[in-house]
């Protein structure tokens, strides 16, 4: 076996790991700051402070593991930041934000192995909150670090009525201490994720890796739809204002903008849906449905904002129900930074593997982290491009693949660090 | 105030004291066999004693109240029924079911105080499950009172996994004695039911009160639509197979083929939809909903099936898509019974008030009944049109209207059983 291999074998064995840790029997299913999340920090903390790292368990929930610079110098102070997320969503794959985490501590295993001395620190950050399931909030855990938490989301809710705070106190964390989490930007020489691709591009390209050209931007919405309840075999077709009808159609015209913006890779989807009263024989009168739309750059998002604002709005005067539709989550595109795209793509390269560019349909933590340093992300590929699926896979010889050029991409970084402050 | 609109008062107290049986606080939701209908039982069950009625509760919990033939000879050993339900959807009127019931009961209570004696009884029925909210069953307490309740009805369960078996045996109800809740067709003179008419045709036309010719055929189904999950950011549109826009397409299709058979009083209604996994960020793989599909008789409502299975399954097709669409609930059109429908016509104008006939585009208890006997249906005007809705609203005027005119009717019946029997 390889060492590539191994290195991907023992990936596998620690995603196993975590897989195992879910709020659903049966499925993997580890929303933020639930049990199963609790235990997947222990886990992580677990392997952190076993290859030396001093640990810690940050104010919104993430885990902190730090490896001291190996060298004196100017740059001793600082730290290179390495990370991902450990929430899932509902019936989620194994590799999605988790590869992320085990590959930085692999990376930082290796390195110590390898008795490589690094002119800077590591920090590798397990995120809490990337999926933005349990809350009407995204990126909690990743905007706290990079010090744009707004302390007024600590307000914000579940399904349950559970408030951010309530939940993060009972995690065992001091959510009014969230400022406390920021890193200082000085101290931070940039951040670096490894992630499956989650689309089909390197699949069908014949790629183990891709380098990130941006993140693309996202906005979400809630839209309500309210019409007029009445029963379901006295009320005429054309005397209805039937709001599930109305929806219907609105979400005809979601696609169908969403499908007219393909050139700029614009996606749109409707995930969450529910109907009052929800009786076979009563003709709806509340609908509430979530929009997810992002597209690779910002101009064609906002503008297919506001076209689906003006088709809904024009479907709810037609059929005389009414109609908002509220962006709650709104993320400009995301860059990444040239020198982290070239340190990546310098790694790929020196293993003896082509580079491929691409840019990132989903969303990640380093929509937050550009906020405190220049962002840099490898891709995985992936089974099919499926993701957020029990049938997410990657292989563990691409996973082998991306620890290494993970590790060789610090060495890069290194070198230049030593060469600026020499 | 006049003697009728005294009786009109009677009713509205009656209704307003059931209107505060309700499972949930703040609105009026009784679905069979729930804390809240135990408790208009037992006042249902009060009402009928206080008035000397023989008070029983059958085994799919439908309380009667009996009152003996008043003269000797052959047509004493039969019975009229007159009834309705007193179950209700969620978040419900005061008067649809509830208005027939409480009609029954003083109509006999002016009866006995005008001291009218009749040549056969009366028994005076509350059904419990006539909404159909609860368990994936209709009318099964008015089945078992026609003879035609399926024991194997008892093994549906509700959304909580409760069996019918169970929620009967819970309220203190003998399942297993079902069969023994049917009338002996022969000891049945025939079926009276006084309702609100939960369309606008009365209210548009001016008339206080309807009888009704047949009540409306229905037809209602499952349907499942099954996809494949994936991540909302980099699945392309072109690529998807969302079951959620697929079922928005095939629910503007359902509206599409009601529409175009609107002249035959077509309704389609989808009134239920879950949406799984249920997530802002995952496409939709599993979509189940509801269709309740009617029309004034058989022949339309079978071609309209037909037309909605064939368009739903060519838009499962083209978006490879997996479709099925179960009818779990069927019931052909009703017609009335012309002598009843004459000797509530007969009284409508022995009132002074004219004449109006037409079709239920409800289901009633009467689906049932007809396999045991004739139906009658009288149909009171409600504002608006509006049923299933905290709006309904009848007047104190038309509901008193109402029992008188179901005292003269139950007068006519009476006349024609003398001259018959005589």
Redesign the interface.
């Known amino acids: 076996m390889t060492a590539t291999r191994q290195l991907g074998e023992r990936a596998q064995a620690m995603l196993d790991a975590l897989a195992a840790l879910t709020d659903e029997p049966g499925r993997l299913t580890r929303l933020y700051l639930s049990p199963a999340h609790a235990k997947a920090v222990d886990l992580v903390a677990r392997w952190m402070t076993e290859i030396g790292l001093e640990v810690s368990v940050d104010a919104l929930g993430t885990v902190r593991g730090h490896r001291k610079a190996g060298k004196a110098g100017v740059g001793g102070n600082k730290r290179l930041l390495i990370g991902s997320h450990i929430d899932t969503?509902?019936?989620a794959g194994r590799y999605?934000g988790m590869l992320g985490v085990v590959a930085g501590i692999l990376a930082l295993q290796e390195l110590a192995a390898r008795e490589v001395a690094l002119p800077f620190g590591v920090d590798v950050l397990a995120f809490g909150d990337e999926?933005?399931?349990r809350f009407p909030t995204s990126l909690a855990s990743s905007s706290a670090v990079a010090g744009i938490f707004p302390s007024t989301a600590l307000d914000a809710r579940d399904a349950d009525g559970v408030s951010l705070r309530q939940a993060l106190t009972d995690f065992g964390c001091e959510p009014d201490a969230s400022q406390a989490a920021a890193y200082a930007p000085d101290d931070v020489l940039g951040y670096l994720e490894v992630h499956i691709?989650?689309?089909?591009v390197l699949e069908i390209e014949g790629k183990a890796l891709g380098v990130v050209t941006s993140i693309?931007g996202?906005s979400?919405f809630n839209v309500l739809v309210t019409g007029?309840?009445?029963?379901?075999?006295?009320?005429?077709?054309?005397?209805r204002r039937?709001a599930?009808?109305a929806?219907?159609?609105m979400?005809?015209a979601i696609?169908d903008v969403?499908?007219a913006g393909?050139a700029h890779?614009?996606?749109?989807?409707?995930?969450?849906?529910t109907?009052e009263?929800?009786?076979?024989?009563?003709?709806?009168n509340r609908v509430r449905f979530?929009l997810?739309l992002?597209a690779e750059s910002d101009a064609p998002r906002a503008a297919a904002t506001e076209e689906i604002k003006a088709r809904c709005r024009a479907i709810a005067e037609r059929r005389h129900v009414g109609f908002s539709m509220d962006r709650f989550y709104d993320n400009a595109t995301t860059p990444c930074a040239p020198r982290l795209q070239d340190a990546f793509a310098g790694a790929i390269e020196a293993l003896g593997h082509p580079t491929r560019r691409l840019t990132?349909?989903?969303?990640h933590d380093g929509h937050a982290i550009k906020a405190l340093t220049d962002v840099g992300m490898l891709f995985v590929r992936c089974r099919g491009?499926?993701?957020?699926?029990p049938a997410e896979f990657a292989t563990v010889d691409d996973m082998g693949l991306a620890v290494e050029a993970l590790i060789k991409t610090i060495g890069k970084l290194a070198d230049q660090t030593d060469v600026s402050e020499e």
Not at 265 to 273: D, Q
Not at 385 to 389: T, V
Request: glycine share 14%.
């Open positions: 969503v509902v019936n999605d999926e933005g399931v691709e989650q689309g089909p693309a996202q979400r007029e309840a009445g029963h379901a075999g006295t009320v005429p077709m054309t005397l039937d599930l009808a929806s219907a159609e979400m005809a696609e969403a499908l393909r890779e614009m996606v749109a989807t409707v995930g969450r849906l109907v009263p929800g009786a076979i024989n009563v003709i709806p979530t997810d992002r990132s349909g989903a969303g491009g499926i993701s957020h699926n």
